[in-house]
């Protein structure tokens, strides 16, 4: 099974700049898609970013312009460069991976412990 850890998060101010990292264990890059949720109390995660193992991105309409997610193959690792930081962004990040192939069990979901974001000033 594929465990995630998260790291990088932390206190901002407001405009600010973070980035958070995924570690998971053995390889991902051919066949998980991986992705960044993020969660609030009284809310239901949301889907934050994405990147398939072909390297297509998706971002949520609310982060477009301002985060960047990103694979480092040899590492083994997901990134969320946040720039542009607002108070809303305060949320637990989560990271998540996903099955995209028989071999793995296709539609099967890993996910991280998540890392605090909180922007204040």
């Known amino acids: 099974q594929v465990q995630l850890v998260e790291s990088g998060g932390g206190l901002v101010q407001p405009g600010g700049s973070l980035r958070l990292s995924c570690a998971a264990s053995g390889s991902i890059s051919n066949r998980y898609a991986m992705g960044w949720y993020r969660q609030t109390p009284g809310k239901q995660r949301e889907l934050v970013a994405t990147?398939?193992?072909?390297?297509?991105?998706n971002y949520a309409d609310f982060v477009k312009g301002r985060f960047t997610i990103s694979r480092d193959n040899a590492k083994n690792t997901v990134y969320l460069q946040m720039n542009s930081l607002k108070p809303e962004d305060t949320a637990v990040y989560y990271c998540?991976?996903?099955?995209?192939?028989?071999?793995?069990?296709?539609?099967?979901?890993?996910w991280g412990q998540g890392t605090q974001v909180t922007v204040s000033s």
């Open positions: 998540n991976a996903q099955c995209q192939f028989i071999t793995c069990i296709l539609g099967r979901n890993y």
């Open positions: 990147i398939a193992s072909s390297g297509s991105t």
